[in-house]
Nanobody, 119 residues
Framework: QVQLVESGGGLVQAGGSLRLSCAAS????????MGWYRQAPGKQRELVAA???????NYVDSVKGRFTISRVNANNTVYLGMNSLKPEDTAVYYC?????????????WGQGTQVTVSS
């Protein structure tokens, strides 16, 4: 089992910045991709950013140029730097990882952290 613990959410004014952190712990063999999803009220959960263990990165178009994902593989930690925040970025942000146990891959999710951007 792998546990993901997020931190760093909060309330910020439009144009402000936040940095989310997520640390994986537990019986870790190998973590492949790590990333962030978000879900706004009444909307489907969407991928915000993801990063492979090799460093390949994907962003949803709406955050390109404003958000930056990074990770420290040695610490099984992933970060999401968010700049120029907009009210439409308001959502619960979930950390996720794909864990390989030597035979199978499993996806794990954090409990979510609220990000609220006021106009």
């Amino acid at each position: 089992q792998v546990q993901l613990v997020e931190s760093g959410g909060g309330l910020v004014q439009a144009g402000g910045s936040l940095r989310l952190s997520c640390a994986a712990s537990g019986s870790i063999f190998s973590i492949n991709a790590m990333g962030w999803y978000r879900q706004a009220p009444g909307k489907q959960r969407e991928l915000v950013a993801a990063m492979s263990s090799g460093g390949s990165i994907n962003y949803v178009d709406s955050v390109k140029g404003r958000f930056t994902i990074s990770r420290v593989n040695a610490n099984n930690t992933v970060y999401l730097g968010m700049n120029s925040l907009k009210p439409e970025d308001t959502a619960v942000y979930y950390c996720t990882c794909t864990h390989y146990d030597g035979k199978y891959e499993y996806d794990y999710w954090g409990q979510g952290t609220q990000v609220t951007v006021s106009s």
